[in-house]
């Protein structure tokens, strides 16, 4: 695709949000107040503990703080060293709220300028005090979605996040989407640890064999190695990055290898992405929206299996498999990086509809998902991606179409 | 929390249970905060005693701090246990419990609902205690240990040639850290520069070569070479993931390396720990020798990496510099780490007097190394520090079965010493 293509297709999503008039976050009370998600566990703990104990004492009848909840500290910032509000609950069951002076008869004072103190532990700057709860929902599944989980358990061909607390989960992924290589043509997966912040683990080669590719050829894809990956999601800052190699120790168990039937293989030793996240509830479409631009950067190394070993080449085949040269054993690819994802209106207020995302990774592909939920618990996914190079490399297609399946427990 | 302490309290939790719902009580301290309520409650007792016994002796003023003792049982209302004022000198009086059951009913109950402004009272000041309160005071000194060695709570914190913190917001700070600690070459054992993005959970970084100049010791540091990587850390887990690659490094920049004859790499790694904190340390009233009161951080885990050793010779018809003779097997640098962080909790200035750490990593192999640290803050703007690392044993490289090896020019077998290293420093902070 030429650049003025890509310009063209940067521009109609920018301006997108704008035709479909989205509304922008309702930010009247935010001049007076700051929000944010207690995310520090001990000091979370501590604040369990004083609701619990508040309630003993009082004999009040005021909830407890439950483990899933949403932990909200409110403060003026005109009055910088107290809390002035303190909420918790979900969006989906709704919130309790401590009020202002009740707040220091809870917490006691140590506890209450310790909270205020936001900058000196681990928290998430919230907006959610600050809007209309009608239309909230929606991007909060969306933000909480696309990196971390709304599920106890999530079950997917490209994505599973088992939550072993509010705060920390076990994580497989299969692909790399946000790079534009989803399902099979990354030619990895990968596992690891994952939190509503940062994910980190290993990546390996692709152990699956399951899926259906219409419009690629099987051996039209990337292949794996071993490697390890980090990313992280932080005051609407995205970052990632992924690496790995495929020596002599890996070629001869590497499953991956298989696919592309040659014994010249291709793999993608480096990448990286950063983006920064802009979302907004839209009112007329009844739903949620959410653009984010940045860059990313890959390298592609090209190798040829010589002896159980992956010696550097400077030849590759083109769609007609014909030897061709490369200038460099080692390709680098850059460019910037767009995608808009779109929520529909929450369906009983739990899940919705179904999930919209367009992505234009300039190094690699243009992708589009639709995301059917049929119920809270199954969604069906379908990708498709538009390689931008697929006419001249032999390790991408030139369209793929990947299909999914997801399954959520919340109740286990 | 001492670890013997934790161990028991695990093994009698059923126990303890039992016991909390046979006997169903505990007991609740604080200190009033709000002056006008503990005013007119001091005001009415020291009106009541005096009613009672006109001459008796009145060490409670009106202007005391109050603190409360109550006790809470399931379905039934708090009752207060026993109370006290305390002087603006310190001294401690015990309110009288007969008096006490003179007041107004509504105002004890006032008293004992908290419905007004209070605190918590620390740990040692509460001598019922069983010493294992949760209270915000410890959760703070945790956090101040745990800052200390993730990043730094001053905005600028420079320890010279080793690391250096920017807080350009308080979410968010520019780092700069030598050495791959994780792995178990920190500082100036590993000749590689992290630079990045520090926050309060992790850091993301690119990693550039460099070369310490500053220590003593007869080891053979890694080499390092471009690259990135992630870490990141909460209370209670963390972990790590970087890269570096050769293929980024061009020739003109070969000074960096200890010896370009025989360079070694780390060219990728990874670690996983668990970590817990305790308190530790007596007060300094106390006689004798004493660790100062502080925290100490403990985390287990188990690292991973893969070194590759070769030389940065040219060969007719390669396009890199870098030729590779060998690399460890994927399994032979799975390490154990063992880490201690102490940070003696922060003085009225603001600062922590002693932070110490020490790290052991070792393989199944033996291959390992020791790590301490030990830092002394002299001014609020000043410390000095040592830092060190021994290695115990060799790693042998293999050369002879690889392609690129030449007889008669490479060796055979290639015996790489870490050896050990100590660093002297001062750390200065804004």
């Known amino acids: 695709m030429t650049h003025k293509k890509n310009i063209l297709l940067f521009l109609m999503i920018l301006v997108m949000p704008l035709l479909l008039n989205a509304d922008l976050l309702k930010q009247l009370d935010a001049r007076r107040f700051e929000a944010w998600t207690i995310e520090y566990e001990p000091y979370r703990l501590l604040v369990e503990n004083a609701v619990i104990e508040y309630a003993s004492i009082t004999g009040d009848d005021i909830p407890e703080i439950y483990p899933g909840d949403i932990l909200i500290a409110i403060r003026s910032k005109s009055r910088k060293n107290q809390v002035y509000q303190l909420r918790y609950g979900s969006h989906v069951s709704g919130f309790n709220v401590i009020e202002s002076e009740m707040v220091n008869w809870v917490l006691g004072s140590t506890l209450m300028m310790t909270i205020a103190e936001k900058d000196q532990y681990y928290h998430l700057d919230t907006t959610a005090p600050f809007q209309d709860t009608q239309i909230k929902p929606e991007l909060d599944y969306l933000n909480k979605e696309l990196f971390w989980t709304n599920s106890s358990l999530l079950i997917g061909l490209s994505r599973s996040i088992y939550r072993l607390s509010n705060s920390s989960g076990l994580l497989f992924e299969w692909g790399n989407e946000l790079m534009g290589l989803p399902h099979a043509d990354a030619g990895t997966m990968r596992i690891g640890v994952a939190t509503p912040v940062f994910k980190l683990g290993m990546q390996m080669p692709s152990l699956i064999d399951i899926g259906i590719r219409p419009g690629a050829e099987d051996w039209e894809r990337l292949n794996g190695g071993i490697g390890g990956f980090g990313a992280f999601n932080y005051s609407n800052f995205y970052g990632e990055l992924n690496f790995l190699t495929n020596t002599a120790d890996v070629l001869s168990s590497d499953p991956s290898i298989n696919k592309t039937t040659d014994s010249l293989i291709s793999y993608m030793d480096v990448s990286g992405l950063a983006y920064v996240n802009f979302g907004a509830p839209m009112k007329k479409m009844k739903g949620a929206f959410q653009i984010k631009p940045g860059f990313a950067f890959y390298r592609i190394a090209n190798r040829k299996i010589v002896d159980v070993d992956g010696e550097k080449r400077l030849i590759y085949r083109n769609k007609n498999r014909e030897n061709e040269h490369f200038n460099n054993a080692n390709e680098v690819g850059f460019g910037f990086f767009l995608r808009m994802d779109y929520s529909s209106a929450l369906a009983h207020n739990i899940y919705p509809k179904f999930l919209f995302s367009m992505q234009l990774n300039s190094a690699t592909s243009f992708l589009s998902k639709f995301t059917l939920n049929i119920n809270e618990s199954i969604a069906l996914p379908i990708t498709f991606v538009y390689y931008l190079d697929g006419e001249n490399k032999d390790y991408f297609p030139r369209f793929a179409t990947h299909f999914g399946i997801q399954f959520r427990l919340d109740k286990f | ?430």
């Open chain 2, 1 to 430: 929390m001492k670890l013997p302490a934790k161990i028991m309290l695990l093994l009698f939790i059923p126990l303890l249970l039992i016991g909390q719902s046979q006997s169903g009580a505990t007991v609740k301290a604080w200190i009033v905060k709000d002056r006008n309520f503990s005013r007119e409650f001091l005001r009415k007792y020291i009106d009541t005693l005096t009613k009672i016994d006109p001459m008796a002796d009145l060490e409670i003023q009106e202007t005391d701090e109050l603190r409360v003792f109550v006790i809470l049982r399931q379905n039934v209302e708090t009752e207060l246990d026993k109370a006290y004022a305390t002087s603006r000198g310190g001294a401690l009086n015990k309110l009288d419990k007969e008096i006490l059951k003179q007041l107004p009913p509504e105002l004890i109950k006032s008293l004992v609902s908290r419905q007004y402004a209070w605190d918590m009272l620390e740990e040692f000041e509460i001598s019922e205690s069983s010493g294992d309160i949760v209270s915000v005071f410890k959760e703070r000194n945790y956090k101040q240990c745990r800052d200390a060695f993730w990043w730094t709570h001053r905005r600028v914190d420079i320890r010279v040639l080793q690391r250096l913190f920017l807080r350009i917001n308080p979410k968010f700070a520019l780092a700069l850290e030598f050495g791959q600690p994780e792995i178990g070459f920190p500082t100036s054992s590993s000749s590689t520069m992290n630079f990045g993005l520090a926050t309060e959970v992790f850091k993301f970084y690119m990693t550039m070569p460099s070369r310490y100049p500053g220590s003593l010791g007869n080891g053979h540091p890694l080499d390092g070479s471009y690259g990135g990587g992630l870490k990141f850390d909460t209370p209670t887990f963390g972990g790590s993931v970087s890269f570096q690659d050769m293929d980024f490094r061009k020739s003109s920049e070969e000074l960096t390396y200890y010896d370009n004859k025989d360079v070694i790499y780390s060219n990728s790694t990874g670690s996983i720990y668990y970590s817990f904190t305790n308190r530790i340390g007596s007060s300094e009233d106390e006689p004798g020798f004493k660790i100062p009161q502080g925290s100490l951080r403990m985390s287990f885990g188990a690292c991973y990496s893969q070194f590759v050793y070769g030389h940065t010779d040219t060969l007719e018809g390669e396009q890199h510099k870098f030729i590779e003779l060998d690399r460890t097997d994927p399994m032979e640098l799975l390490q154990g780490t063992v880490r201690a962080e102490y940070a003696s909790d922060m003085n009225d200035k603001h600062y922590n007097k002693w932070k110490l750490a020490s790290q052991l990593n070792i393989s199944m192999t033996g291959f390992g190394s020791l790590q301490f640290y030990v830092s002394r803050t002299i001014l609020e703007w000043l410390s000095v520090d040592l830092s060190g690392t021994f290695f115990w044993k060799s790693l042998d490289f293999d050369t002879k079965g690889n392609k690129h090896y030449v007889a008669d020019v490479d060796p055979d077998t290639f015996t790489w010493k870490p050896g050990w290293l100590i660093t002297p420093s001062i750390s200065i902070y804004f």
